[in-house]
T-cell receptor, first 111, second 115 residues
Framework: NAGVTQTPKFRVLKTGQSMTLLCAQDMNHEYMYWYRQDPGMGLRLIHYSVGEGTTAKGEVPDGYNVSRLKKQNFLLGLESAAPSQTSVYFC??????????FGQGTRLTVV | AQSVTQLDSHVSVSEGTPVLLRCNYSSSYSPSLFWYVQHPNKGLQLLLKYTSAATLVKGINGFEAEFKKSETSFHLTKPSAHMSDAAEYFCVVSDRAGGYQKVTFGTGTKLQVIP
């Protein structure tokens, strides 16, 4: 039982490159979230999904896209990476009003 | 509107002394409240949660928090700090604002434990 798995764990991109972060969960949770964590700002919600086939914008969605074609996977895409997207990205899942379960994070550097 | 304010960005205590990390929240609905801990270069681990049951919540590693609706607070406490408690702590509020389970994080409190 892996819980929430993020891949990759580390990545360095050049400005303008694209990439996709994968979040996979084996807990059958309906809700999935993508956050970014920056020093002094806590975790800010990028996009979220309330179920398979649904996505919605969070607090800081610009420059990111997401898809949830399968219930267990939530993909975060950067079409044209910018240095401002250098951050640590966390995926989370939850069911109802219970606690969220987090992946171990992806450290992304855009140079 | 949903929001959460962690009143201290840094807290420093001596080993063996009490810990108090302060959190105030705002919610238009009956909220659930959580405290998470993050050790350096690690993911987030749940310390404890309040979901409308007992207002005094006990968590892991000797931490506890009290939900005070009249004060809209959910402060985290521990009677005696240990060196391993040095980490960043996040207060989190969740409610059904907008028809879905919205979750908002505080900006975090870094706890330093001095030997």
């Amino acid at each position: 039982n892996a819980g929430v798995t993020q891949t990759p764990k580390f990545r360095v991109l050049k400005t303008g490159q694209s990439m996709t972060l994968l979040c996979a969960q084996d807990m059958n949770h309906e809700y999935m979230y993508w956050y970014r964590q920056d020093p002094g700002m806590g975790l800010r919600l990028i996009h979220y999904s309330v179920g398979e086939g649904t996505t919605a914008k969070g607090e800081v969605p610009d420059g990111y896209n997401v898809s949830r074609l399968k219930k267990q996977n939530f993909l975060l895409g950067l079409e044209s990476a910018a240095p401002s997207q250098t951050s640590v990205y966390f995926c989370a899942t939850r069911q109802g009003n219970t606690e969220a379960f987090f992946g171990q994070g992806t450290r992304l550097t855009v140079v | 509107a949903q929001s959460v304010t962690q009143l201290d960005s840094h807290v420093s205590v001596s080993e063996g002394t009490p810990v108090l990390l302060r959190c105030n929240y705002s919610s238009s609905y009956s909220p659930s409240l959580f405290w998470y801990v993050q050790h350096p270069n690690k993911g987030l681990q749940l310390l404890l949660k309040y979901t409308s049951a007992a207002t005094l919540v006990k968590g892991i590693n000797g931490f506890e928090a009290e939900f005070k609706k009249s004060e809209t607070s959910f402060h985290l406490t521990k009677p005696s700090a240990h060196m391993s408690d040095a980490a960043e702590y996040f207060c989190v509020v969740s409610d059904r604002a907008g028809g879905y389970q919205k979750v908002t994080f505080g900006t975090g409190t870094k706890l330093q434990v001095i030997p």
